[in-house]
């Protein structure tokens, strides 16, 4: 999978999977612009360049200025990469218990921002002959839930919905779009797990693998899908979960 001077954004760069994906591909000589809320974490000094965008992907005024700064940069764009996400434990829960203004925050961050980088980086694909974009989402957005979070599983099932439609409107443009739905992840987003060893035994025991995901599986199936060697996929979505959503 060769990445070599290709120029790529990132959203949610500020850490965990959105960081491990950047650096990933900083290491295999893509440039990439790094977007996140959150300060300039440590990140690879190449071989490809990279610049740090900090602010509110939310605002489509800094989202733009991000996508065509970086793409003015380098002559071009190739891909995308939304990672950008939060999951609000106790704030968000049913639709019926909610505060609803938290609703429209979830779904700004997890969704919205996704539309937002998606509009601004097709031109820019559209120039460059085509691209490739990898939109979260999370297995979440398969089922339900006893111990909801409304905002978070909607907003996730919308990106799965909004990346078939990419695929398809821009797929004579030569422009994919694909979606992953990663299971339990070791992530800053599940920090609650470096306190509390036992529940992070008994998920990594309920994986038929027998462990909870790294970032690194997360960005190995990313580039999969962003290298030509995906040239004929697109307008699906890639579980990335151990094994729990093939379990009876």
Request: with cysteine; charged share 20%.
């Amino acid at each position: 999978m060769s990445f070599k001077g290709k120029v790529a954004i990132v959203a949610g760069a500020g850490g965990g999977m959105g960081l491990q994906i950047a650096s990933d591909l900083i290491r295999e000589g893509a440039h990439v612009g790094l977007v996140d809320i959150k300060d300039k974490p440590s990140v690879p000094d190449g071989p490809g360049q990279h610049r740090y965008f900090k602010g509110d992907v939310t605002n489509e005024a800094f989202v733009k200025a991000s996508v065509d700064e970086m793409a003015a940069a380098h002559g071009r764009l190739d891909y995308l990469v939304n990672t950008t996400g939060v999951l609000w434990f106790g704030r968000d829960k049913s639709c019926t218990d909610m505060d609803m203004s938290v609703w429209d925050q979830v779904l700004a961050i997890n969704l919205k921002s996704f539309a937002m980088t998606v509009k601004y980086a097709v031109p820019h694909m559209k120039k460059a002959g085509g691209g490739a974009m990898v939109h979260f989402a999370s297995t979440d957005a398969l089922r339900g839930d006893d111990r909801p979070q409304d905002a978070y599983g909607a907003s996730k099932a919308a990106v799965v919905r909004l990346s078939k439609s990419i695929a398809i409107q821009f797929a004579r443009d030569g422009i994919r779009s694909n979606s992953i739905l990663p299971g339990p992840v070791h992530t800053p987003m599940q920090a609650r797990w470096d306190n509390n060893p036992d529940a992070h035994k008994a998920i990594s025991n309920f994986v038929p693998i027998g462990r909870v995901g790294k970032v690194e599986d997360m960005a190995n199936a990313c580039l999969f899908l962003l290298s030509d060697k995906a040239s004929y996929i697109t307008g699906t979505e890639l579980i990335v979960d151990g094994g729990i959503t093939a379990r009876p």
